[in-house]
């Protein structure tokens, strides 16, 4: 396989717009494809949005889950690194909040550092929380899904889907529950942070520990919501990415 084959495996481009002022990369959740970010992409007019297709799901289901979001990290990034044309913005939803931010590390040590990191629905990363969903029996693991909002009533009565979307949902539950991050792990990026005020993964406090990951600017934002806030409650959101970039392409003219 080429690098440009590799690099189309892993990022899927989500909208249509041409000669961005920065390039927005997004990061699912645990059991979540790229086009999960579909709709939210198109409401972005002079950013390229790219999505992030982890292996082991829809057109990649035939490829091996990754043993840790650091091996993930290490992937994403190596395919980032020199992607420098355009400024880089990161986003993460829960899990999808952590590979970010490890890619974020490592983009950053190779001087190729995004202009700033949101992490959505998701606790600091230094904050070890003592979770097991991933080793639950099915009928309970699947109830987590439902309380989350992340899969509809109707998919459960579907087995054929169920046996689609259960593995790489549990693997990725796997390596989420499981990462740890060194409390002195600091990026120096700004990193700003949202959560919906329903969210029942994730409280204000637990989400103010990223501040503790930078040595940079941090904001944090409660949004009404649960854990997938911005799906019909976006807005503010999407202002707040547009403004960080305008603001920092502005500080660097």
Not at 55 to 71: A, C, L, Y
Not at 113 to 122: I, K, N, T, V, Y
Not at 188 to 198: A, K, T, W
Not at 220 to 246: A, K, P, Y
Request: aromatic share 8%; proline share 5%; net charge negative.
């Amino acid at each position: 396989m080429t690098a440009a084959q590799d690099f189309d495996l892993w990022m899927r481009k989500l909208n249509s717009t041409e000669d961005p002022r920065a390039r927005l990369i997004c990061f699912p959740h645990a059991g979540g494809s790229a086009n999960f970010y579909f709709q939210f992409a198109r409401r972005f007019a002079e950013l390229q949005v790219y999505g992030v297709q982890y292996p082991g799901r829809q057109d990649r289901r035939h490829e091996r889950f990754r043993d840790s979001i650091q091996e993930l990290a290490d992937e994403i990034a190596g395919l980032m690194v020199g992607w420098n044309d355009a400024p880089l913005v990161l986003l993460g939803n829960s899990m999808g909040a952590l590979v970010a931010f490890e890619v974020a590390q490592r983009l950053e040590a190779k001087g190729n550092a995004p202009l700033s990191l949101f992490a959505c629905g998701r606790v600091g990363p230094t904050l070890r929380k003592d979770e097991q969903t991933h080793l639950k029996g099915k009928d309970a693991f699947l109830r987590e899904m439902v309380l989350l909002g992340g899969m509809g009533h109707e998919l459960l009565q579907d087995e054929e889907i169920l046996d689609l979307v259960l593995p790489p949902m549990r693997a990725d539950y796997r390596i989420a529950e499981t990462y740890c991050c060194p409390p002195e792990t600091r990026l120096s990026l700004p990193i700003h942070v949202h959560i919906g005020n329903q969210d029942p993964k994730v409280t204000e406090d637990e989400a103010a520990e990223w501040r503790k990951s930078t040595t940079g600017e941090f904001t944090l934002n409660t949004h009404d919501g649960g854990h997938f806030f911005f799906i019909d409650n976006g807005d503010r959101l999407i202002n707040s990415i547009n403004t960080t970039v305008e603001d920092a392409l502005a500080a660097n003219a």
